[in-house]
Structures are given as structure tokens and as C-alpha cells.
């Protein structure tokens, strides 16, 4: 990867001129079964910039309640395009279709407008959850009832895809846009991509320079993304392998319980509001996890992890489990 980046060809990507940016760009709208993309610096921006490009103030996004775009996102739906958001919970992360056609909202001049669907696959606060093409069709077709758009936050769609054995493209069937990350499980330093259809994309295009996203000789970072699309997904089942094989280890545990999980992402549920001390009791031993509520903690397995460093977090886990049992 970093001889990719070193050897790149580039030009001004502000202007559309640097070439490795162009291939990475094709070959991620073929990926992601849409017409155009745009490579972006982060999964937030493709996100947001999305959803700006989608939605007018005033207007409301609904998704669920533990979605990156409304948690994690620094409040950009509201700072960036000045719409509101309207949450569901679905233990899974995926609103029932049901439950998306009755929050949508009438006509009435005193309430706000439902403009655009958010669904999240893998859901991150869910355990990296996965929504199979069914289930996605069924949401879309619940949006649709009532004119909305659909927005995919596929920051981990690859690990969807490889969980359930199909292409990308089956999981964005019907979609009117979806962003990916290229950095997190797959690889690359830095960058996501944002993809739909022409006309959505130009736009996009003028949002990004908008929100300081415009980036100059940017390819030397797209030909490490460029890598990591076509070569990350491989790693992946090695990923979810070892989350299965830490999972495994972890639950049961004194004081502990962890759900099985169905990609990379690890949630272990701690029976005291104790995750802090636990975090901080990993990060002696070098072992990085991240504490997502007082009593659950976020392990999370990727490619420049190895059988050795799952041992060790299933040890520091162990001993750190039976020093506190009571």
C-alpha cells in the first residue's frame, strides 16, 4: 500500500484531473452497484454530505436511534442541513417497516417534513448487525409508501457482503445513495466514498467543496483506497473468524455476557457499570477496546490484528474477570 502511494500518478482533484482518484471512483460506483461516486476524507463527511445533498431545513431524517449520523456525527444534520431527526429503536438496528411508515409524517403545515430513510448496515451500536437484501428491500418499500429517500450508511457494508455471502451491490439494490469506508476493516489509511446516481453525485461533488472536503493531488492516498477495495474484503472472513473465536472465550466469564456476533464487532456486557476500569485495565497490557455505555464494552477485529493479539485481549479479559469476581 504504501508503495502504491508512493508511486501514484496525480493531478488536481478539485478539477477532476488526477487520475488514480478517477479509477478509484469507477470502480467503487461498479462495486456499489451505482452510476457515479466520489471519494471523500472520512465516513462522516460521505454521510453528511449526503444527506445535505438530500434533504432541505426543516425537513426530518429518520433512522435508529443508535445511528452514526445522529450519534456520531457531531451534530451534523442539524448543523450542516438544518433538518431534525426522528429516532426508532430496533434491538437489531433495523427499524421494523412497520415502525418506519408510522413515523413518517402527514401534510400537516405544522409538523416537519419526513424527507429521507438512514439505515446503517453493518449496524456499529448493534454488534455489527447485518441486514440481508430482503430485509433491506422491505425497508426501502416502506419508505417509498410515502415518497421518502433512502440513504445507505454502509461504512462496514463490506462486512455485510462477506457475512452473508453476496456482492455489495445486492445489499444496495433500490437505494437512492450509500457511503463506504475504505479505511476501518479495509485497509487504507484514510477515506471513504459516497455513490448514486449522476446528477446526486455532481452534487455532492459542489457540497464536499462546501464543507472543505476539495482535496488537490489526493491520489496518492486513493491508490492505497484503491487497494484496500479490491483487496480488503478478502481479509474480512478472517476478521469475523477471530471475533467469533473472542466472543466464544469472553462469554460466560465471571460477571460477563456476549452475543454472538455476526461480523467483526464484539460487544461483551458487563453485570457492574464497570466498563471504565475494564478499559482501562486493556490498555495496560496494550490491549485497545472502547467503552460504549457504562456497562458494554466495543471490541472490534481488523486486518493488523493476529491470532496472538486475540489471545492476549482473551487473557487481560480473563485475569481482569476473575480479580473482580465476587
Not at 3 to 16: C, S
Not at 278 to 294: D, G, I
Request: net charge negative; aromatic share 2%; with cysteine.
Amino acid at each position: 500500500m504504501r508503495d502504491a502511494m508512493a508511486g501514484a500518478a496525480v493531478g488536481d482533484d478539485v478539477m477532476g484531473e488526477d487520475p488514480t482518484v478517477v479509477e478509484l471512483e469507477r470502480e467503487a460506483a461498479a462495486v456499489l452497484g451505482m452510476e457515479a461516486a466520489l471519494f471523500v476524507p472520512s465516513g462522516t463527511m460521505a454521510n453528511q454530505c449526503a444527506i445535505h445533498v438530500h434533504c432541505r431545513p426543516g425537513d426530518e431524517v429518520i433512522c435508529e436511534e443508535r445511528s452514526h449520523v445522529t450519534l456520531y456525527e457531531a451534530g451534523g444534520i442539524a448543523r450542516w442541513s438544518g433538518a431534525s431527526v426522528k429516532p426508532l429503536r430496533a434491538e437489531d438496528g433495523f427499524p421494523d417497516p412497520a415502525d418506519i411508515e408510522a413515523a413518517v409524517k402527514g401534510q400537516d403545515v405544522h409538523l416537519t417534513r419526513s424527507r429521507l430513510l438512514v439505515i446503517e448496515n453493518t449496524h456499529n451500536m448493534a454488534g455489527g448487525r447485518v441486514l440481508d437484501p430482503d430485509g433491506f428491500a422491505a425497508r426501502v418499500a416502506a419508505a417509498r409508501v410515502h415518497g421518502l429517500l433512502v440513504h445507505i450508511d454502509g461504512a462496514r457494508i463490506a462486512n455485510a457482503a462477506v457475512a452473508l455471502g453476496c456482492d455489495v451491490a445486492a445489499l444496495t439494490a433500490g437505494a437512492d445513495s450509500v457511503s463506504m469506508c475504505l479505511s476501518k476493516a479495509l485497509g487504507a489509511p484514510i477515506g471513504s466514498v459516497v455513490a448514486g446516481g449522476a446528477d446526486f453525485v455532481a452534487e455532492v461533488r459542489r457540497v464536499r467543496k462546501a464543507f472543505g472536503g476539495g482535496m488537490r493531488q489526493v491520489g496518492v492516498i486513493a491508490a492505497a483506497a484503491r487497494l484496500a477495495l479490491r483487496d480488503g474484503p478478502a481479509a474480512l472472513v478472517r476478521d469475523h473468524e477471530r471475533a467469533q473465536r473472542l466472543a466464544t472465550a469472553l462469554d460466560g466469564l465471571p460477571q460477563m455476557s456476549v452475543a454472538r456476533p455476526e461480523t467483526n464487532i464484539v460487544m461483551l456486557d458487563l453485570s457492574s457499570p464497570s466498563a471504565d476500569d475494564l478499559v482501562r485495565h486493556l490498555a495496560r497490557k496494550s490491549v485497545l477496546a472502547m467503552a460504549v455505555r457504562p456497562d458494554r464494552i466495543r471490541f472490534v477485529t481488523h486486518r493488523d490484528l493476529d491470532e496472538a493479539a486475540v489471545d492476549t485481549c482473551i487473557a487481560t479479559v480473563t485475569d481482569w474477570s476473575r480479580s473482580n469476581d465476587s
